[in-house]
C-alpha cells in the first residue's frame, strides 16, 4: 500500500538515528514507490540551516546509508518536499515557525493536513515537545485529517516514569494516534515468528510445555557501547534492550494464536503472556549480570566498559544480563524461557531458540546416541536469516550411531524479494496509520512490570562481575543454566 498525501516532521533530526536510520528508510520507502508524490519532509533542530543546507544533510544521509540504490529522479522529487525549521522545544517562537512551515508544506504540496510527529529526541524532551505541539495547535482534530506521534524507546525508565510518560502523551493525542517504535518489531525475521507458527500444521501441535523443554532467546553484540556513554550508562543492557526487543521476541513466541491480525487481537495476545510472566523466586540464583572488561573484538584488542570515554571508573551499570522467567499459564506449565542480552559478546546474533525434550525412549544402544543432542528450533533473526530445525539423522555406514544434523532455512536463498529495512517498515505502517507493529502502553507498563524487580535486586548489589570482551559473558549466567541442568547455545 502507497501512503497518502502526508508530512513526517522530524525532531532531533541532527540525531544518528535520523541520520542513519530514519532519512535513508523515507528515501527507500520512496525509492520502492511507496510514498506519494507531494510527501514532504520537515526537519526541526537547533541549527541554523536554511531548506538548501537541510537538504544537503539529507541527500548526504541517503547516499551513506539507504539501502537501494540511489536514483536522481527519486531523490530530486524528495528533495524538493524538503523544509527545514531552526529552533528550540521549548521557544514559542520556532513552533510558530514551524506551524508556518506546515501550513505552506500543506498548500505547496498538498499534504492536506495529514502530520506525522517524529520524536526522534532524548526522552526528557518528550513532555516539552508534545506540550508544545498541542499549545501550537499542530494537534487539533479536524475532521479527514489526521495527526500521529512517533515515539522511540526508552518509554519510560521504570513503571512508575512509563506511567508519567503515558500520561503526558495521552493528554494530547489519542491511543490510536500514538505510535510506539520497539524496531525489532520491524524486522521481517520478527514477524515471521508468527508466520512460522500459526501459517503451518507443523509446528503448533507440539509448541507446549509437553514438548518444549524449555527457550533461549538471545540477543548478542559484538560491538561496545560506542558514543553512548551518557545514555547507557544510565539504562544498562536490561532496560536497553530486555524490557523491550526481548520481553517482545518472548511474547510472539509464548502467545496464543490471535483471532485476527489487527492491531488490538495481536496486542491483547501479547499482554495476556506478559501479564502471565512469572519471576524467580531466587533472584540471586536465576538473574546473572556483568559488565565488558578488555578483551578482543573482531581481531583488535579494545577497552572494557570502564574506560569507554564519558563512563564513570566506578560504574556498576551492566552490559551483560540474564533472566529466568516463566510464564504461568497452561501450555508453559513448568517450562523456562531462559533471556540473554550483551555487548562486546563473542559475535553478533540474535535467535529464538526452542529446545524440545528428548524422544521418551529411544531403541539403539547407548553407544549409538552418545553425539545425539536435543530437537532445536532456531528462528535466526539476525545475521543469516532464517529457521534451522536440528533433529538426530543416522551417519552413513554400516553401524547405527546417530548424531545431530540441520536443516535450514534461509531468505537469500528461499526468496529473491529483499527485507525492507526495520524503520522502512515502521514508518510507512505510521504513515498508512496500521498499529499492528507497534506495543501499546499496556505492554510497555507489563514489560516494566516485569523488569523493574529484577533492577531494583541487582541495584542492591555490588558491581556486576567483569567479563572478556569476546566472549559469551560472566560465568554467573553459565551456573545460572547449569543449576538447572543446561547450558546456553554457543550459536
Ligand atoms: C537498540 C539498543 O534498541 O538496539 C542498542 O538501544 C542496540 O543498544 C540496538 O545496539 C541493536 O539493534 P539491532 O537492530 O542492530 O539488533
Given at each position: 500500500r502507497v501512503a497518502g498525501p502526508c508530512a513526517l516532521i522530524i525532531f532531533g533530526v541532527t540525531g544518528d538515528l535520523a541520520r542513519k536510520k530514519l532519512m535513508p528508510a523515507v528515501y527507500d520507502l520512496a525509492n520502492r514507490g511507496l510514498l506519494p508524490p507531494g510527501f514532504a519532509l520537515v526537519g526541526f533542530a537547533r541549527r541554523e540551516w536554511d531548506h538548501k543546507a537541510f537538504e544537503e544533510v539529507v541527500h548526504d544521509a541517503v547516499k551513506e546509508h539507504a539501502r537501494t540504490p540511489f536514483r536522481e529522479e527519486v531523490w530530486q522529487q524528495l528533495a524538493e518536499g524538503c523544509r527545514f525549521v531552526p529552533g528550540e522545544l521549548g521557544d514559542d517562537p520556532s513552533f510558530e515557525r514551524l506551524r508556518a512551515t506546515i501550513a505552506e508544506v500543506?498548500?505547496?504540496?498538498?499534504?492536506?493536513?495529514?502530520?506525522?510527529?517524529?520524536?526522534?529526541?532524548?526522552?526528557?524532551?518528550?513532555?516539552v515537545t508534545v506540550r508544545q505541539l498541542k499549545q501550537h495547535g499542530l494537534v487539533d482534530h479536524v475532521p479527514g485529517q489526521w495527526r500521529r506521534v512517533v515515539i522511540e524507546k526508552p518509554f519510560g525508565y521504570d513503571l512508575q516514569s512509563a506511567r508519567e510518560l503515558n500520561a503526558i502523551v495521552s493528554e494530547v493525542f489519542p491511543p490510536e494516534a500514538v505510535f510506539r517504535i520497539d524496531h525489532y518489531l520491524g524486522k521481517e525475521t520478527v514477524q515471521n515468528i508468527l508466520a512460522l507458527r500459526f501459517a503451518n500444521q507443523l509446528f503448533e501441535p507440539i509448541w507446549n510445555a509437553h514438548y518444549v523443554d524449555h527457550v533461549q532467546i538471545t540477543m548478542a553484540e559484538d560491538i561496545g557501547i560506542g558514543g553512548r556513554a551518557g545514555y547507557y550508562d544510565a539504562i544498562g543492557a536490561a532496560r536497553d534492550v530486555i524490557q523491550n526487543h526481548l520481553l517482545q521476541l518472548l511474547a510472539l513466541t509464548a502467545m496464543e494464536e490471535p483471532v485476527s491480525f489487527d492491531a488490538r487481537s495481536l496486542q491483547l495476545e501479547k499482554q495476556k503472556v506478559l501479564a502471565a510472566v512469572q519471576l524467580p523466586r531466587r533472584l540471586d540464583l536465576y538473574t546473572a549480570r556483568g559488565q565488558y572488561a578488555a578483551g578482543w573484538a573482531g581481531g583488535e584488542k579494545v577497552r572494557g566498559y570502564l574506560e569507554e570515554d564519558g563512563i564513570p571508573s566506578t560504574s556498576h551499570t551492566e552490559t551483560y544480563a540474564a533472566i529466568k522467567l516463566e510464564i504461568d499459564i497452561r501450555r508453559w506449565a513448568g517450562v523456562p524461557f531462559y533471556l540473554r542480552t550483551g555487548k562486546r559478546l563473542a559475535r553478533r546474533v540474535t535467535e529464538v531458540a526452542v529446545v524440545f525434550k528428548r524422544a521418551p525412549h529411544l531403541p539403539f544402544a547407548a553407544t549409538s546416541t552418545?553425539?545425539?543432542?536435543?530437537?532445536?528450533?532456531?528462528?535466526?533473526?539476525?545475521?543469516?536469516?532464517?529457521?534451522?530445525?536440528?533433529?538426530?539423522?543416522?551417519?552413513?555406514?554400516?553401524?547405527?550411531?546417530?548424531?545431530?544434523?540441520?536443516?535450514?532455512?534461509?531468505?537469500?536463498?528461499?526468496?529473491?524479494?529483499?527485507?525492507?529495512?526495520?524503520?522502512?517498515?515502521?514508518?510507512?505502517?505510521?504513515?498508512?496509520?496500521?498499529?499492528?507493529?507497534?506495543?501499546?502502553?499496556?505492554?510497555?507498563?507489563?514489560?516494566?512490570?516485569?523488569?523493574?524487580?529484577?533492577?531494583?535486586?541487582?541495584?542492591?548489589?555490588?558491581?556486576?562481575?567483569?567479563?572478556?570482551?569476546?566472549?559469551?559473558?560472566?560465568?554467573?549466567?553459565?551456573?545460572?543454566?547449569?543449576r538447572d541442568g543446561r547450558s546456553w547455545r554457543r550459536p
Open positions: 500543506d498548500r505547496e504540496r498538498g499534504t492536506n493536513g495529514n502530520h506525522a510527529f517524529y520524536l526522534s529526541v532524548p526522552p526528557k524532551l518528550f513532555p552418545e553425539e545425539l543432542g536435543e530437537n532445536t528450533l532456531v528462528m535466526r533473526i539476525q545475521p543469516d536469516e532464517g529457521v534451522t530445525i536440528r533433529f538426530g539423522s543416522k551417519v552413513p555406514g554400516t553401524q547405527m550411531e546417530i548424531r545431530d544434523v540441520t536443516m535450514d532455512f534461509a531468505y537469500g536463498g528461499a526468496f529473491t524479494e529483499s527485507s525492507p529495512e526495520a524503520y522502512e517498515r515502521l514508518i510507512l505502517d505510521v504513515l498508512l496509520g496500521d498499529s499492528p507493529l507497534f506495543p501499546q502502553h499496556e505492554e510497555v507498563e507489563l514489560s516494566w512490570q516485569i523488569l523493574d524487580p529484577i533492577v531494583e535486586f541487582w541495584a542492591e548489589q555490588g558491581p556486576p562481575e567483569q567479563y572478556p570482551s569476546g566472549t559469551w559473558g560472566p560465568k554467573s549466567a553459565d551456573e545460572m543454566l547449569a
